[in-house]
Nanobody
Framework: VQLQASGGGLVQAGGSLRLSCAAS????????MGWFRQAPGKEREFVGG????????YYKDSVRDRFTISRDIGKNTIYLQMDSLNVEDTAAYYC???????????????????WGQGTLVTVSS
């Protein structure tokens, strides 16, 4: 699976951005797609995920009420709609995919086999 993330940029606090992650190379059936982020000097952390089959979503608690993950099956693409952004959301955002993730491991970067390149989100105050 090849993943291509896009949509990052500079936004003021309180604003919105939508990230996209287009997948190619194989079917995403039975995969979980995840969004992670990594700020300078910090570890990569789980932001949210979606099961390709059924569309169940999972979120980091601090973004649950602000971020929304969705998928477009026809385009083999997932999205991360980010609203009410704050400076703490500044990071490089990565999409990832795995066919071996279960609910208890969905937040662990080591559970994912395929990664896209990061797209940088900068939120200014």
């Amino acid at each position: 699976v090849q993943l291509q993330a896009s949509g990052g940029g500079l936004v003021q606090a309180g604003g919105s951005l939508r990230l996209s992650c287009a997948a190619s190379g194989r079917t995403l059936r039975n995969h979980v797609m995840g969004w992670f982020r990594q700020a300078p000097g910090k570890e990569r952390e789980f932001v949210g995920g979606i099961r390709w089959n059924g569309g169940n979503t999972y979120y980091k608690d601090s973004v649950r009420d602000r971020f929304t993950i969705s998928r477009d099956i026809g385009k083999n693409t997932i999205y991360l709609q980010m609203d009410s952004l704050n400076v703490e959301d500044t990071a490089a955002y990565y999409c990832a995919a795995s066919s071996r993730v279960i609910s208890s491991t969905i937040r662990a970067p080591s559970s994912y086999d395929y990664w896209g390149q990061g797209t940088l989100v900068t939120v200014s105050s």
